[in-house]
């Protein structure tokens, strides 16, 4: 075989493998940018219906004029969400943590669990996915909820969890906001840690409807991983929120934070 001819099949591989790269990065662009779009326009949703006016009762003056007094109205958190609910029916909540880009719908499918792992809200097909709620989880009755979400390069979905791992981040954002569709949530953070997937017995997503013993154990084996002591706890009859993310310290790796519902 020539030179020439080995100089040729160079240029046609390097020419394949450019258009490849170039088709998977506009591919990524495109993703990235149609996610971003996408829960933009959730999030200017929720945005328009909490700032939704009053509604006005009429009334009749002294003079016999027709005069409009506001009546007193609230937005439940129902009403809140039923817009999005109305457009995908697996919505199961919504979780905002301050400080980080997390502000998102939450997600459920029993029947095909890791459905939102690809996909976008929409149901189109999406690297980014949507954070989802672990199959075994009942919410509203579940004494811990294991909520999944992707920790993407770009900082968006769950990678701001990871700044948990800095006990000052913690210290001035010591709250999640999780909302479920039927009534509003705030959650103390009581652990946050590094999880080795190939070296752990303890499963901390495997932990939805406990019992009081298995709930002391859960907790405890949180707090022991805990990457500083936050001062919280909780006892048999809170309610937790397990969040999970990809974490690069071990192969495979996650991090978790651990938190429960402040009950008013």
Known sequence: MTRKIIGVIIMVALLV??????????????????SASTFEEL??????????????????????ETESTPAETETT?????????????????????????????????????????KHSFDKTW????????DESCTVGASNNLVIYGHNMKNGSMFSGLVQYKSKEFFESHPVIC????????????????????NNETFKYNKHSDMDEFEFAEYVENC?????????????????????????????????VVVAKKIVE
């Open 178 to 197: 999780f909302d479920t569709v039927d009534e509003p949530g705030q959650y103390q953070v009581i652990a946050a840690f590094r999880y080795n997937t």
């Open 223 to 255: 707090k022991l991983r805990s990457l500083y002591d936050t001062g919280i706890t909780a006892e048999y009859g809170d309610m937790l929120i397990t969040l999970s993310t990809c974490e690069y310290t071990y192969t495979n790796g996650r991090f």
């Open 77 to 117: 958190v129902f009403d809140k969400y039923r817009p999005l609910q109305e457009q995908n029916g697996d919505m199961v909540g919504w979780i905002f943590i301050e400080g980080t880009e997390v502000n998102y719908p939450v997600m459920q499918t029993p029947d095909n669990p890791d459905y939102y792992l």
């Open 43 to 64: 999030q200017e949703q929720i945005k328009n219906t909490e700032e939704l006016p009053s509604s006005e009762t009429e009334g009749t003056s002294a003079t016999g």
């Open 126 to 133: 999406s690297d980014y996915g949507v954070p989802y709620v």
């Open 17 to 34: 493998f450019g258009c490849f790269a170039g088709t998977m990065f506009y591919r990524q662009y495109a993703d990235a940018k149609s």
